[in-house]
């Protein structure tokens, strides 16, 4: 069986003339005759009842012709779905992200998304709050977001798995390097904090009344990437994205037993239907190295 003979079998029930289906389709009268009997053989019944010039569809024929128009359908869809996604991937993507995650996880995973898209261009806006970044996506001034997964997100996500915090230290901090059980630990101290519309202000201070206490700010920068420069400079301790701090951070680092964490996906609006889920579908051998790149996680 084929798309050819579903199309010509439906096509011949709804004009009941192999004269009027053969010029509807613009093929020979025997060629459609050839297409309609292979798919009978091929079905083993009989579809059509032939009388003199006209043709009225048999039971058997009346049972196909639901399934005949419903392939036809899928294929059509199928068609369309490839035409969007090559338009797709001939255009243009609109990523939303935050700060901290441009300064460590965007630029891996946007490389080895570009590898495989390399006719694509990116539009990247970057936001200071987790929720500028959804709200881009919610309004469709983003195709897709690259950071935080937003708590009860109902659109399409690929995961990239769960992001820890670290503290950021001067080199030669005598916490540096150490495991400490919480931040308490560091109740005493004036911290490199953040400007209160980042959104890692909101994390630090949230972590910081769950060890007990209220950090003191030394320091609020804007910059997400001044933090742990800071901190390094030995202005004060900051909680940071462990994925913000290359292998060649000059300052030191104190890991926490329990330490802060958000999961971190690549997301898109279910208002954005199919498309949406087909962008997505493009990132899932990116998230896949990622998770691997990081290593299990408790």
Avoid at 272 to 286: I, K, N, P, Q, Y
Wanted: net charge negative; proline share 6%; hydrophobic share 45%.
């Amino acid at each position: 069986m084929s798309l050819r003979q579903f199309e010509y079998f439906v096509t011949i029930a709804e004009e009941e003339s192999m004269t009027r289906a053969a010029a509807r389709l613009n093929v020979t009268q025997p060629a459609l005759s050839h297409q309609l009997a292979a798919l009978e053989r091929h079905l083993g019944i009989n579809l059509f009842a032939r009388t003199g010039r006209s043709v009225r569809l048999t039971m058997a024929g009346h049972a196909v012709l639901p399934h005949a128009r419903a392939t036809l359908a899928a294929a059509d869809r199928a068609k369309l779905a490839a035409v969007e996604a090559m338009d797709l991937m001939r255009g243009e993507l609109r990523v939303a992200t935050v700060y901290s995650i441009s300064l460590g996880l965007l630029p891996i995973v946007l490389s080895w998304w570009t590898a495989s898209h390399p006719e694509v261009d990116l539009r990247l806006a970057e936001h200071r709050h987790a929720d500028a970044m959804a709200h881009a996506v919610l309004t469709a001034d983003a195709d897709v977001a690259i950071g935080p997964l937003p708590a009860g997100w109902h659109g399409p996500r690929v995961s990239l798995g769960r992001e820890e915090f670290v503290v950021a230290l001067a080199a030669d901090d005598p916490l540096a390097g150490s495991t400490a059980p919480d931040l308490s630990v560091l109740a005493g101290r004036r911290w490199v904090h953040y400007s209160r519309d980042n959104g890692l202000a909101a994390i630090l201070d949230r972590a910081c009344d769950e060890a007990g206490f209220s950090p003191s700010a030394a320091v609020r920068v804007e910059q997400t990437a001044s933090a742990p420069a800071l901190a390094a400079a030995g202005i004060g301790p900051s909680l940071v994205p462990s994925n913000m701090l290359a292998p060649d951070f000059p300052g030191g680092v104190m890991r926490l037993r329990h330490p802060p964490h958000r999961e971190l996906a690549v997301f898109g609006s279910a208002e954005g239907g199919r498309a949406s889920e087909r962008v997505l579908m493009t990132f899932d051998d990116v998230a896949r190295r990622w998770r691997e790149q990081q290593g299990p996680q408790p």
